[in-house]
């Protein structure tokens, strides 16, 4: 980060800024540390970041990443206030993680599913969502829009069914093999297992 002040035609200080830069390591202190020349962060950058703190840790941005990447060839001056918004949010949170809690080992695997049906308003079609949560901590999660547009609600709501059965199916298998004591214990598995066929 460089640190500077814009100045009024008087000599006073009206606006403080501080500008990311890409190649911070290239200053030298006593020479250019404090000039703001330096190639600053582009929409692109700033985006490809989020992206991936996202499919990292921050499953609560999936969703403004989400609806942000549908504007990423052509990004206008909305979008990329809404791109700073959600850096600031993540400011915020800085202090905040996932902890797993070993006293819920015997809650087992709990999921939820749902879909918005026609909640993209550029194509109507539906948006399906999942989480998975062990011992108190999500260790899975999506946000993906339906490949086909659902006529009903219930229509979307089965497609988020069979999306979330692929992982439950997956997340099952992966548990067996780590030989987690409540792999057995899938409420749900055997209404989503024959969607799997």
């Given amino acids: 980060m460089v640190f500077s002040e814009k100045m ?3 000599g006073e200080v009206t606006r403080k ?3 990311l830069v890409t190649k911070g390591f290239m200053e030298v202190w006593g020479e250019d540390y404090w000039h703001t020349y330096s190639p600053t962060l582009g929409h692109d950058t700033l985006f490809s970041c989020l992206a991936y ?3 990292g840790t921050c499953l609560d941005i ?3 990443i989400h ?3 549908q504007f ?4 206008g001056p909305v979008h990329l206030m809404a791109l700073k918004r959600v850096y600031h949010y993540l400011n915020g949170m800085q202090d905040l993680g996932i902890t797993f809690n070993g006293n819920q080992l015997q809650d087992g695997l709990v999921t939820y599913s749902d879909s918005d049906w026609a909640g993209d308003l550029n194509s ?3 948006i399906s969502g999942y989480v998975f949560i062990l011992c108190g901590a999500i260790v899975a999660w999506s946000t993906k829009k339906q490949m086909m547009l659902a006529l009903s609600s219930t229509k979307a709501e ?3 069914m069979t999306h979330t059965g692929k992982e439950v199916a997956f997340l099952k298998h992966t548990l067996m093999i780590l030989e987690y004591r409540s792999c057995s214990q899938f409420p749900y598995s055997s209404i989503i297992s024959p969607l799997l066929c």
């Fill in 124 to 126: 109507c079609r539906s």
């Fill in 62 to 64: 999936m969703y403004a």
């Fill in 158 to 160: 089965y497609m988020a």
């Fill in 17 to 19: 800024k501080a500008r």
């Fill in 53 to 55: 703190t996202a499919i």
């Fill in 8 to 10: 009024g035609a008087e």
């Fill in 67 to 69: 609806s942000l990447s």
């Fill in 72 to 75: 990423s060839i052509a990004p």
